[in-house]
C-alpha cells in the first residue's frame, strides 16, 4: 500500500504533515508519528514496514506501534488515501 497520488497532496510543516485532497477538497493535518507514516507511505509500504518505522524512530513497542500504524492506515483507508500496489 501507498499514499494515493492522483489529486492528492502532502506538506511537512514543522514536523506536522498537512494532507490535501483535492478531490473531495478537504484536508488532515498529523502528529510527527503520523508524519513518519506518510513518508514511508510515499513508497509501497506493508503495515509490518510502518511498525517498524515506529519503533526505529521512536522506541516504542511492538504493540504500540501496531496499534499506532493500524489506526493510521484504518484512518486513510477511510478517506480513500491510499492505493494497493501489486
Given at each position: 500500500?501507498?499514499?494515493?497520488?492522483?489529486?492528492?497532496?502532502?506538506?511537512?510543516?514543522?514536523?506536522?504533515?498537512?494532507?490535501?485532497?483535492?478531490?473531495?477538497?478537504?484536508?488532515?493535518?498529523?502528529?510527527?508519528?503520523?508524519?513518519?507514516?506518510?513518508r514511508l507511505l510515499?513508497?509501497?509500504?506493508?503495515?509490518?514496514?510502518?511498525?517498524?518505522?515506529?519503533?526505529d524512530a521512536y522506541?516504542?513497542?511492538?504493540?504500540?506501534?501496531?496499534?499506532?500504524?493500524?489506526?493510521?492506515?484504518?484512518?486513510?483507508?477511510?478517506?480513500?488515501?491510499?492505493?494497493?500496489?501489486?
Amino acid at each position: 500500500m501507498r499514499l494515493r497520488t492522483e489529486s492528492v497532496t502532502w506538506r511537512e510543516i514543522d514536523g506536522e504533515m498537512v494532507i490535501l485532497d483535492l478531490s473531495s477538497s478537504t484536508y488532515l493535518k498529523t502528529n510527527q508519528a503520523g508524519s513518519t507514516l506518510m513518508r514511508l507511505l510515499a513508497e509501497d509500504r506493508s503495515l509490518g514496514d510502518l511498525v517498524d518505522g515506529l519503533m526505529d524512530a521512536y522506541g516504542i513497542s511492538e504493540e504500540d506501534a501496531a496499534k499506532d500504524a493500524g489506526a493510521f492506515v484504518g484512518m486513510l483507508r477511510e478517506r480513500d488515501l491510499l492505493e494497493v500496489v501489486d
